[in-house]
């Protein structure tokens, strides 16, 4: 069974973090993995999650397992703070949340669900997408389809092929949405452009499944919502996946969640037993502690006011770099207008970077960057950003 395998490919994106941490140049740079970073580097834990860990650890009684769908408290806070409090949808409780370990699990777990009842479904995604959309979504045995949107030429969002081709996906299909911060582009929709989607998802009757994992690193915590409220306002069912590994910065404590959203109250009940199942055959129940810190800050409004300045404290710092790198390649003299980095929300640059200029970055600058050109913005801090911006004007000169 295990004889003459041929090695897989590494991870696009974790595997980058491996050879950075293998690479022995002292001048290395890690543009990959979507991780926050401070000025001097560093992934701090936010103080109001170390508070929030004494706290937990200070009166914790039992570690006994969770329920299949981790804590009622969790899935509330869960959705207040992607709906917002008092949603219509939440007080007709067509809202149901499972705990998930990470974005990636409650994206999974949604896969498996969906399977269940839409076997012959495809699975529309960005062109564009996250490195690994496709795989989650194949995994479960989904055939995957893109739709038009990015356009290269513009560094913007081909909306006009987008929209066309959403109004050709076959009643009953999925499409993932990115409901801010796109992954890899870093270009959203406008919120009128967000409403002809919805239309367009109400009128061909197929099922939006939002990826959101990026909540509060766009314009906002309720700003960021603009996406996921139009089209809950204009389609009857959807599921929405949440990360907290970078708006908590919870990265290795996998906490996420799926939110399913039903016509009414009793096909959520009956619907979510199902996606209970989906998680049982899987990991049985979420691990508890990510999900306990972010139940202890939300459920405390001085917690929550802590938290919430320390994500804009987080957002400004990505938009301040933005506006750095932009101001500091011209500097430089890298030919070409990168004006558009700065427009560009949440933590990733689409760079315009070729693959052939991404490989040259990596074997000879030892400067890791996403295959496609995606950057982590926040990778960027003052002691690596000249180095980064001359090595960039080396790389534009290759074709
Ligand atoms: C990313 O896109 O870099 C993050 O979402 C981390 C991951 O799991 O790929």
């Given amino acids: 069974m295990f004889s003459d395998r041929t090695p897989a490919p590494p991870d696009a994106i974790l595997g980058l973090t491996e050879a950075w941490k293998n690479d022995p140049n002292p001048s290395k740079v890690n543009l990959g993995v979507g991780v926050f970073k401070d000025e001097k580097g560093r992934t701090p834990i936010l103080q109001s999650v170390k508070d929030a860990e004494a706290h937990i650890l200070s009166t914790a009684t ?5 329920p299949i769908a981790g804590a009622p408290e969790y899935a509330q806070h869960v959705q207040e703070m992607i709906l917002g409090a008092g949603h219509p949808a939440l007080v007709a409780k067509r ?32 062109s564009p997408t996250w490195a690994n959309h496709k795989g989650v979504f194949q995994s479960a045995g989904f055939a995957v389809k ?22 050709n996906v076959p009643a009953g299909d999925i499409v993932l949405l990115h409901a801010c911060c796109h992954n890899p582009t870093g270009v959203d929709l406008s919120a009128q452009q967000w409403q002809e989607v919805a239309a367009v998802a109400s009128q061909r009757g197929w099922l939006p499944f939002l990826d959101f994992a990026y909540q509060g690193y766009g314009d906002g915590l309720a700003e960021d ?25 919870l990265y290795q404590d996998r906490t996420g969640a799926l939110t399913l959203i039903a016509a009414d ?44 300045g320390e994500l804009a404290a987080m957002r400004e710092h990505i938009a301040r770099t933005r506006t750095t790198f932009v101001q500091a390649l011209a500097t430089h003299g890298v030919p070409g207008d990168f004006s558009f980095i700065a427009r560009q929300k949440g933590m990733f640059s689409f760079s315009g970077l070729s693959d052939a200029q991404v490989k040259f970055l990596r074997d000879t600058k ?25 090595s960039i004007r080396e790389a534009l000169a290759i074709r």
Avoid: Q
């Avoid at 599921?239 to 590994?245: D, G, H």
């Avoid at 691990?287 to 405390?300: F, N, Q, R, Y």
């Fill in 146 to 167: 893109e739709y038009p949107y990015y356009d290269p030429l513009t560094k913007g969002l081909d909306f006009a092929r987008m929209i066309e081709s959403l109004a």
């Fill in 225 to 249: 919502r603009t996406g996921l409220l139009a089209l809950v306002d204009a389609c009857p069912e959807l599921l929405v996946a949440s990360s907290f590994s970078k708006n908590f910065g």
């Fill in 265 to 308: 109250s009793a096909s959520a009940t009956a619907s979510f037993s199902h996606v209970a199942i989906a998680i049982r055959v899987n990991y049985s129940n979420p691990p508890a502690h990510g999900g306990l810190i972010v139940s202890t800050i939300l459920g405390d409004p001085a917690r929550r006011v802590k938290w919430e």
């Fill in 366 to 390: 030892s400067i890791y960057i996403v295959g496609g050109g995606r950057i982590n913005v926040a990778g960027i801090t003052p002691s690596n950003l000249d180095y980064l911006c001359a």
């Fill in 62 to 66: 039992t570690k006994s397992y969770m």
């Fill in 95 to 126: 809202a149901r949340t499972a705990h998930t370990p990470g974005g990636t699990a409650a994206l999974r777990v949604g896969a498996d669900f969906l399977k269940k009842f839409a076997p012959n479904a495809s699975v529309w995604v960005s």
